[in-house]
């Protein structure tokens, strides 16, 4: 039967690298310029491009502000906040679609 792993803990790295320890940032790009290149995607998919996008989604789902800055390690909320700016402008689309928008 297969071993269940164990929880990790808040401090554990989330990606490992093959010799289980925190893996890199150089090598995090270096495998998404990669798999970019193989599946022909435009260069703005980037390890921080899914970073954002991961805040953004949390952000538009209705997670606290305060959440997000301690998933992303943020140490200030200053640096967070800028995620509320795309979360306002996907707002402001959903409103101006909104049949009443235009009156």
């Not at 997670?63 to 997000?68: E, F, K, S």
């Not at 200030?76 to 928008?101: F, K």
Request: aromatic letters at 4%; hydrophobic letters at 40%.
């Amino acid at each position: 039967m297969a071993k269940i792993p164990s929880c990790p803990t808040p401090e554990a790295p989330l990606f490992v690298g093959l010799r289980g320890k925190r893996l890199q940032p150089a090598v995090a790009r270096r495998v998404m310029q990669t798999w970019r290149e193989q599946s022909g995607l435009d260069s703005s998919a980037t390890p921080h491009a899914l970073r954002h996008s991961f805040a953004t989604h949390l952000l538009e789902g209705g997670a606290d502000l305060r959440a997000i800055q301690e998933l992303l390690g943020h140490a200030s909320l200053s640096t967070t906040q800028t995620y509320t700016l795309a979360d306002e402008n996907h707002l402001l689309a959903v409103w101006q679609a909104h049949p009443r928008a235009r009156k």
